[in-house]
Nanobody, 126 residues
Framework: QVRLVESGGGSVQAGDSLRMACTAS????????MAWFRKLAGEPGTEREG??????????LYIDPVEGRFTISKVNAKRTLYLEMNNLKPSDSGMYYC?????????????????WGQGTRVTVSS
C-alpha cells in the first residue's frame, strides 16, 4: 500500500484559486491511476465524490461541476499529483482526498481505489 500525503488546502474567497499536491511516500512511485475525491461540506452522510482522475496512459476524466475550472496533473519524478482549482465556488468547499491504485482503467467511485491520503480542507467563502 502506498502512503499518500495531501497539502495545499485552505480558506479562500469565491473566484480565487488553489493548488493542492499529493505526494507518495519515498520508495513508492505514483500508482498507475491517481485521483482526487472530495467530501462536500454539509453532506456528512454521503460517499466521497470523485472529482478527477489521471492514469499512466494519460487518460484524464473530470466530473461536470469542475470541468474547465480544475486541472489534474502529475510529475512522476516528484511522486506528486496536483489539482489546480480555479474560479472556486462555495459549493466546492469540503475535504479533498487523493487516491491511488496500482490498477488501470479506474472509475471515479471511492470503492474502486486502494490507497488514500488523510485529506486536506478547502473552504470557499462567498
Amino acid at each position: 500500500q502506498v502512503r499518500l500525503v495531501e497539502s495545499g488546502g485552505g480558506s479562500v474567497q469565491a473566484g480565487d484559486s488553489l493548488r493542492m499536491a499529493c505526494t507518495a511516500s519515498v520508495g513508492s512511485g505514483l500508482p498507475n491511476s491517481m485521483a482526487w475525491f472530495r467530501k462536500l461540506a454539509g453532506e456528512p452522510g454521503t460517499e466521497r465524490e470523485g472529482v478527477a482522475l489521471i492514469e499512466r496512459d494519460g487518460r484524464i476524466l473530470y466530473i461536470d461541476p469542475v470541468e474547465g475550472r480544475f486541472t489534474i496533473s502529475k510529475v512522476n519524478a516528484k511522486r506528486t499529483l496536483y489539482l489546480e482549482m480555479n474560479n472556486l465556488k462555495p459549493s466546492d468547499s469540503g475535504m479533498y482526498y487523493c487516491a491511488g491504485d496500482r490498477r488501470s482503467s479506474r472509475i471515479l467511485r471511492a470503492s474502486d481505489w486502494q490507497d488514500w491520503g488523510q485529506g486536506t480542507r478547502v473552504t470557499v467563502s462567498s
